[in-house]
């Protein structure tokens, strides 16, 4: 079956860092673009980054360029998103997916910044 489970969210402050993790089963990973998205309460689910399936050619949501860095090791069929210098702004639940063909969401990881 395919399956997405997202980890590595929690609490953190303002400035600090969290790396967040997508594990992929049940479908053929490495030939499909990968997203992160995130959600917050009484927002619309976003966009953060995307990663090519081949040449890892990335893209961000303005909002978090030069903060967040996505990647991914085909082989672990895993996906990352390194996010640095969090702010408020950032809490969230994070979600990740295909591109552009949606798999079944997972839970997603919760991420909260505050002091």
């Known amino acids: 079956q395919e399956r997405l489970v997202e980890s590595g969210g929690g609490l953190v402050q303002p400035g600090g860092s969290l790396r967040l993790s997508c594990a992929a089963s049940g479908f053929p990973f490495s030939i499909y673009d990968m997203s992160w998205y995130r959600q917050a309460p009484g927002k619309e689910r976003e966009l953060v980054a995307t990663?090519?399936?081949?040449?890892?050619?990335?893209n961000y949501a303005d909002s978090v360029t030069g903060r967040f860095t996505i990647s991914r090791d085909n082989a672990k069929n895993t996906m990352y998103l390194q996010m640095n210098s969090l702010e408020p702004e950032e809490t969230a639940r994070y979600y990740c997916?295909?591109?552009?063909?949606?798999?079944?969401w997972g839970q997603g990881t919760q991420v909260t910044v505050s002091s």
């Open positions: 997916n295909k591109r552009r063909t949606f798999v079944s």
């Open positions: 990663i090519s399936r081949f040449s890892g050619n990335t």
